[in-house]
């Protein structure tokens, strides 16, 4: 896939809430399909009229769509899929304010129909740069145990903190189920749901950064 299969692009932005250490981020993100007519939303725990102003400023274009849910950051994103009509976005992101980009978005490994993203664990066969939300460089740099090599690829659970995914998915029916247990995992729930609708994964490489100056930890995608 090219920039010339995607016209339009919304970009998520999920958090509690915002502050201003996330705007060397959210510059980071112009990064994000060069070419494209992209928007942006802000989906927040608080109705904190300043938490958007802010990122708007931070971007330095208006926000399209703001939205407040306290809940957690899937329920967030399910939640406002499935009470907007979004019909005139052909790809979309679903992004937090930590995350620096530090290369642009591999847009040939992009594919319709799946939900492209990190994994948060792998088993299987493949071999992905940049593939895995832990056992980079930073505060998750030891968790290596959710990696291992198997010649079938039995287990995928995609990392939540940043994923693509085309309009074919949301035409899945995939965000109309809303329950999504809380629980300390929800990448797991999140990837239970997707298969449960049929949607594929598809691990890529993104070599970005968990910047959250705010919690003092750091942390670069992982390879295997």
């Given at each position: 896939?090219?920039?010339?299969?995607i016209?339009r692009?919304?970009?998520v932005?999920?958090?509690?809430?915002?502050?201003?250490?996330?705007?060397a981020?959210?510059?980071?993100?112009?990064?994000?399909?060069?070419g494209?007519?992209?928007d942006?939303?802000?989906v927040?725990?608080?109705?904190?009229?300043?938490?958007?102003?802010n990122i708007e400023r931070?971007?330095?274009i208006?926000?399209?769509?703001?939205?407040c849910?306290?809940?957690?950051?899937?329920?967030?994103?399910w939640?406002?899929?499935?009470?907007?009509?979004l019909?005139?976005?052909?790809?979309?992101?679903?992004?937090?304010?930590?995350?620096?980009l530090?290369?642009?978005?591999?847009?040939?490994?992009?594919?319709?129909?799946?939900?492209?993203?990190?994994a948060?664990?792998?088993?299987?066969?493949k071999?992905?740069?940049?593939?895995?939300?832990?056992?980079?460089?930073?505060?998750?740099?030891?968790?290596?145990?959710d990696?291992?090599?198997?010649?079938?690829?039995?287990?995928?659970v995609?990392?939540d903190?940043?994923?693509?995914?085309?309009?074919?998915?949301v035409?899945?029916?995939?965000?109309?189920?809303?329950?999504?247990?809380?629980?300390?995992?929800p990448?797991?729930?999140?990837?239970?749901i997707?298969?449960?609708?049929?949607?594929?994964?598809?691990?890529?490489?993104?070599?970005?950064?968990?910047?959250?100056?705010?919690?003092?930890?750091t942390?670069?995608?992982?390879?295997f």
């Amino acid at each position: 896939m090219n920039n010339c299969d995607i016209k339009r692009v919304l970009v998520v932005i999920i958090s509690h809430s915002y502050h201003s250490a996330f705007d060397a981020n959210l510059r980071s993100w112009d990064k994000l399909f060069p070419g494209t007519t992209t928007d942006y939303a802000a989906v927040l725990s608080e109705n904190n009229k300043e938490d958007f102003i802010n990122i708007e400023r931070a971007l330095g274009i208006p926000l399209k769509y703001r939205m407040c849910v306290a809940d957690k950051q899937i329920h967030k994103l399910w939640q406002f899929i499935s009470s907007n009509d979004l019909t005139e976005y052909d790809w979309f992101v679903k992004m937090r304010p930590e995350m620096r980009l530090l290369d642009t978005i591999p847009l040939s490994d992009c594919i319709p129909d799946k939900f492209n993203g990190r994994a948060r664990v792998y088993r299987g066969p493949k071999h992905v740069k940049h593939g895995m939300s832990v056992m980079g460089p930073g505060c998750w740099g030891l968790i290596v145990s959710d990696y291992s090599y198997n010649e079938h690829e039995v287990e995928v659970v995609m990392d939540d903190q940043m994923f693509m995914f085309d309009r074919a998915v949301v035409s899945s029916g995939v965000f109309g189920e809303i329950d999504i247990q809380n629980t300390h995992w929800p990448e797991h729930n999140m990837t239970k749901i997707l298969t449960k609708h049929g949607v594929q994964l598809s691990v890529i490489g993104l070599n970005v950064e968990l910047y959250d100056t705010v919690k003092h930890r750091t942390a670069l995608s992982g390879s295997f």
